[in-house]
Protein backbone atom coordinates (compact mmCIF):
# COMPACT_ATOMS: atom_id res chain seq x y z
CA UNK A 1 0.00 0.00 0.00
CA UNK A 2 1.28 3.40 -0.92
CA UNK A 3 -0.09 6.70 0.51
CA UNK A 4 -0.35 10.00 -0.77
CA UNK A 5 0.03 13.14 0.41
CA UNK A 6 -0.40 16.54 -1.71
CA UNK A 7 1.22 20.17 -0.39
CA UNK A 8 1.82 23.39 -2.12
CA UNK A 9 -1.25 24.68 -2.97
CA UNK A 10 -2.75 27.96 -2.60
CA UNK A 11 -3.64 31.37 -4.49
CA UNK A 12 -1.66 32.97 -6.64
CA UNK A 13 -2.26 35.77 -9.08
CA UNK A 14 -2.17 35.17 -13.03
CA UNK A 15 1.99 35.00 -14.48
CA UNK A 16 3.18 33.48 -11.04
CA UNK A 17 4.32 30.20 -9.45
CA UNK A 18 3.94 27.29 -6.90
CA UNK A 19 5.46 24.26 -6.59
CA UNK A 20 3.35 21.13 -5.60
CA UNK A 21 4.80 18.25 -3.56
CA UNK A 22 3.66 14.75 -2.92
CA UNK A 23 5.10 12.89 -0.32
CA UNK A 24 4.79 8.98 -0.99
CA UNK A 25 4.76 6.77 2.44
CA UNK A 26 4.18 3.02 2.99
CA UNK A 27 5.35 0.29 1.24
CA UNK A 28 8.34 1.23 -0.42
CA UNK A 29 8.44 1.28 -4.71
CA UNK A 30 10.08 2.20 -7.60
CA UNK A 31 9.37 0.21 -10.01
CA UNK A 32 6.03 2.83 -10.29
CA UNK A 33 5.21 5.72 -11.60
CA UNK A 34 4.04 9.27 -10.57
CA UNK A 35 1.55 11.55 -12.09
CA UNK A 36 -0.74 14.84 -11.66
CA UNK A 37 -3.93 15.36 -12.18
CA UNK A 38 -6.05 18.06 -12.07
CA UNK A 39 -10.29 18.70 -11.37
CA UNK A 40 -12.45 21.90 -11.48
CA UNK A 41 -15.69 22.54 -10.26
CA UNK A 42 -18.00 20.56 -12.83
CA UNK A 43 -15.15 18.88 -15.27
CA UNK A 44 -13.25 15.86 -15.13
CA UNK A 45 -10.81 15.19 -13.70
CA UNK A 46 -7.94 15.63 -16.47
CA UNK A 47 -4.12 14.46 -16.52
CA UNK A 48 -1.49 17.12 -16.53
CA UNK A 49 1.76 15.24 -16.32
CA UNK A 50 3.95 12.09 -15.42
CA UNK A 51 7.01 10.92 -14.15
CA UNK A 52 8.40 7.26 -14.39
CA UNK A 53 10.27 6.97 -10.76
CA UNK A 54 13.27 5.09 -12.11
CA UNK A 55 13.87 6.52 -15.36
CA UNK A 56 12.78 9.56 -15.00
CA UNK A 57 10.72 9.64 -18.31
CA UNK A 58 8.23 12.63 -18.20
CA UNK A 59 4.95 12.94 -20.23
CA UNK A 60 2.76 16.52 -20.47
CA UNK A 61 -0.46 18.11 -21.15
CA UNK A 62 -0.14 19.81 -23.95
CA UNK A 63 -1.94 22.64 -22.50
CA UNK A 64 0.99 23.04 -19.15
CA UNK A 65 4.26 21.93 -21.67
CA UNK A 66 6.47 24.31 -21.17
CA UNK A 67 5.33 25.98 -17.88
CA UNK A 68 4.96 23.01 -15.56
CA UNK A 69 7.78 21.05 -14.50
CA UNK A 70 7.38 17.41 -12.86
CA UNK A 71 10.41 16.05 -11.08
CA UNK A 72 10.91 13.18 -8.36
CA UNK A 73 13.14 12.90 -5.07
CA UNK A 74 13.34 9.25 -5.18
CA UNK A 75 15.85 8.95 -1.79
CA UNK A 76 12.67 11.10 -0.31
CA UNK A 77 10.02 9.37 -1.94
CA UNK A 78 8.70 12.72 -2.90
CA UNK A 79 7.82 14.27 -6.32
CA UNK A 80 7.08 17.83 -7.43
CA UNK A 81 5.57 19.82 -9.67
CA UNK A 82 6.90 23.00 -10.57
CA UNK A 83 4.32 25.47 -11.88
CA UNK A 84 5.08 28.49 -13.53
CA UNK A 85 3.26 31.55 -15.81
CA UNK A 86 0.06 30.38 -13.85
CA UNK A 87 -3.36 30.95 -16.03
CA UNK A 88 -6.76 31.04 -14.40
CA UNK A 89 -7.44 28.37 -16.35
CA UNK A 90 -5.11 26.19 -13.88
CA UNK A 91 -7.53 26.58 -11.19
CA UNK A 92 -8.39 23.51 -9.87
CA UNK A 93 -8.03 20.83 -7.18
CA UNK A 94 -4.47 19.04 -8.16
CA UNK A 95 -4.22 15.11 -7.09
CA UNK A 96 -1.35 13.29 -7.06
CA UNK A 97 -1.33 9.77 -8.44
CA UNK A 98 0.45 6.51 -8.51
CA UNK A 99 0.66 3.35 -10.39
CA UNK A 100 2.44 0.06 -10.44
CA UNK A 101 3.66 -0.86 -13.53
CA UNK A 102 5.42 2.01 -15.55
CA UNK A 103 5.65 3.18 -18.55
CA UNK A 104 3.12 6.69 -17.76
CA UNK A 105 -0.11 6.49 -19.51
CA UNK A 106 -2.65 9.55 -19.43
CA UNK A 107 -5.45 7.74 -18.02
CA UNK A 108 -6.78 8.15 -14.95
CA UNK A 109 -8.12 4.89 -14.31
CA UNK A 110 -4.88 3.23 -14.66
CA UNK A 111 -3.53 4.82 -11.36
CA UNK A 112 -3.88 3.23 -7.91
CA UNK A 113 -2.84 5.51 -5.77
CA UNK A 114 -4.50 8.79 -4.73
CA UNK A 115 -4.05 11.95 -2.79
CA UNK A 116 -6.57 13.64 -1.50
CA UNK A 117 -5.79 16.98 -3.58
CA UNK A 118 -4.52 20.30 -3.13
CA UNK A 119 -6.25 23.81 -4.12
CA UNK A 120 -5.09 25.87 -6.64
CA UNK A 121 -6.56 29.34 -7.22
CA UNK A 122 -5.19 31.36 -9.95
CA UNK A 123 -6.80 35.47 -9.64
CA UNK A 124 -7.15 36.98 -13.18
Known amino acids: QVQLVESGGGLVQAGGSLRLSCAAS????????MGWFRQAPGKEREFVAA????????VYADSVKGRFTISRDSAKNTGHLEMNSLKPEDTAVYYC?????????????????WGQGTQVTVSS
Open 26 to 33: GRARSSYA
Open 51 to 58: ITWSGGTT
Open 97 to 113: AAKNNPPVTRDRYEYDY
